[in-house]
């Protein structure tokens, strides 16, 4: 898991600096993951 990480940031790199994600996408995308991804029932985008 951790090399499948920094594959992917040292990939990201090259193509430049990565943008900042605004924490309340950080918190939305968090909180979907936690209580409803791989849930039986509607999940919210």
């Known amino acids: ?3 499948g990480v ?3 940031v040292h990939t ?3 193509l430049g600096d990565p943008l ?4 309340s996408d950080i918190d939305r ?3 979907r993951y936690q209580n409803g ?3 039986p029932g509607p999940s919210t985008p």
């Open 1 to 3: 898991m951790c090399e």
């Open 6 to 8: 920094a594959r992917t």
């Open 12 to 14: 990201s790199r090259l």
């Open 20 to 23: 900042p994600i605004a924490q």
């Open 29 to 31: 995308l968090y909180d």
């Open 37 to 39: 991804y791989g849930r």
